[in-house]
């Protein structure tokens, strides 16, 4: 543990540190409309075979507290945080029922202090020792907003969990969100279901309305700077529900490294694929665009993480301790 004794420590108790999905939103142009064909039509689903694996992935993230550490001697105030992040992946075989417990591959966990710059700490983890064992955060800082570098760390654990499955034979790896870090050989798509503007040639919009249940648009070529890295993918619109317009599109994502051939390959698979795993009205408020599995992956992360209560008491007594008695709040 890093001698805290020469810090001042404030926690931010009467707020949590917003980790804002906006920052996972694209920064994005399109490259070419036309990737995949200069006439824009609808497309069909290719169905997928009975017996065939599908993996979902999906990550969490939460304040465990906000603190703010002050170095005397360099007359410096540093915003931190004490975050956990989670991710996991499920597989499940196409047509066939699968028990959660035996769906459920991957649940990985990583915790971290992240500070904003300028604080110099020896230690690289902060270790609290509890009953039921250690519970460990690793110190990190970062020259930019916090949220951004929460939401980068998440995309790699959710890589981390997607290359762990891989080994499952799964012929689409669907990731909750866009892709925020390169994906190389993985059959992975980012799975966009809030559209916050339309990427779409000028006859795209009227494609996007004639799409039915099953099918979806062609392939783009687009670039997107997330989290300070530029990204390379193919993108395209699927329409998961029934309703009419462009209600029930969601929007799908690739690593452009795959290569044109292969993710008209996916892409096929994802047309087919997201209606089926499409929630319904009557149980999900953000159906259908919000996938089953991943609405079950979520809550396990979410209680996988632990509890959020007794993690801020700890976090809050053991640094309280170890800091001197003035300039606490």
Same mark, same amino acid.
């Given at each position: ?191 966009? @279901? ?44 699927? @329409? ?15 690593? *452009? ?37 991943? @609405? ?26 170890? *800091? ?6």
């Amino acid at each position: 543990m890093p001698d805290w004794g020469k810090f001042r420590i404030s926690f931010g108790g009467w707020r949590l540190l917003t980790l804002s999905d906006h920052t996972l939103e694209e920064s994005q142009t399109v490259e070419d409309y036309y990737a995949e064909a200069e006439v824009w039509e609808p497309l069909d689903g290719k169905p997928v075979e009975r017996g065939k694996k599908v993996a979902f992935v999906d990550g969490v993230r939460r304040t465990e507290h906000a603190v703010y550490i002050e170095d005397p001697k360099e007359a410096a105030v540093v915003e931190g945080a004490f975050v956990s992040i989670g991710a996991g992946a499920l597989v499940l075989v196409f047509g066939e029922p699968t028990p959660l417990e035996e769906a459920l591959k991957e649940a990985l966990v990583e915790r971290y202090l992240l500070l904003r710059d300028r604080l110099v700490i020896s230690e690289p983890v902060v270790r609290f020792v509890t009953r039921a064992g250690v519970l460990e955060f690793k110190v990190l800082k970062t020259d930019g907003e916090l949220s951004p570098k929460v939401n980068e760390l998440m995309g790699k654990l959710e890589l981390k969990a997607a290359r762990g499955v891989i080994k499952e034979g799964a012929v689409l790896i669907i990731t909750d969100g866009p892709l925020r870090v390169p994906a190389g050989s993985l059959p992975l798509v980012g799975y966009v @279901k809030k559209q916050n503007r339309l990427y779409l040639p000028p006859e795209g919009m009227e494609v996007l309305r004639a799409l039915k249940k099953g099918q979806r648009t062609p392939v783009m070529l687009t670039k997107a700077v997330r989290d300070g890295r530029t990204l390379e993918c193919f993108t395209w619109y699927v @329409k998961v529900g029934d309703g009419e317009g462009i209600t029930g599109v969601a929007r799908v994502e690739a690593d *452009a490294s795959l290569g044109l051939e292969r993710v008209k390959e996916l892409a096929d698979l994802t047309a087919f694929l997201l209606p089926v795993y499409a929630s319904e009205e009557f149980n999900d408020e953000r159906a259908p665009q919000n996938l089953v599995p991943v @609405k079950y992956l979520e809550a396990f992360l979410r209680r996988h993480l632990g509890s959020q209560a007794l993690i801020r008491r700890l976090v809050a007594e053991v640094m309280l301790r170890r *800091a001197p008695r003035r300039g606490l709040a």
